[in-house]
């Protein structure tokens, strides 16, 4: 196996393990989201888990994305707070806000997996269409679950999510470097 081929195996594979965790922790999602919200822990639990999330790529773009300019990060403004706009202001479920960070890292996942073979843009778009798959996915595993359902606006969000993902990635590093960033 050639060592493109190893890194695209790779990508892809650890692209489906972070889908499979989405979807293999449905049930267990849920019923932990009522146990918090029975216990009034729902909304600081989430909090929490945004503002963890937030410090991490907060920490990930500036010590390991390696951006040499502040311009960079201020033209990255509008996409992040287009971002954080939505997840706030689509839904009103702290669950389902959550959504947009699982889709989020899924997405770029799938776009770590996507520049392996892919130029420009064209990067972008396929790892739009894998997550968004990947949401179609989980969506048709909720339906098949006991205690959840489909939910085609929940496809809907996980959709947004990924486009909004790519879009603070794009304005972050534009087309070309999207392969420099993952590759390796």
Known sequence: MSARAGQRLRSWLLFLAGAACIIVTIDVAFET???????GFLWRT?????AATAATVAYLLVARARLTSALAYLRSLPAVALFVYAMVTVR??????????EYGV?????LRA????ARGVAAYFAALAA???AGWIDECAQGLSAVRYY??????????AALLAGLVFF??????????????
Not at 106 to 110: D, G, M, S, V
């Open 171 to 184: 304005s972050l590093f534009g087309a070309r470097p999207a392969r420099a960033r993952f590759a390796g």
């Open 151 to 160: 939910d085609v606006a929940d496809i809907k969000m996980n959709a947004l």
């Open 114 to 117: 996507a520049v392996v073979d």
């Open 131 to 133: 997550t968004v798959l």
């Open 92 to 101: 009103s479920a702290p669950s389902e806000r959550f959504h947009f960070v």
């Open 46 to 50: 989430v909090e929490l888990l945004f």
């Open 106 to 110: 899924l997405y770029l996942l799938a």
């Open 33 to 39: 989201s009522l146990f918090l919200r029975s216990r």
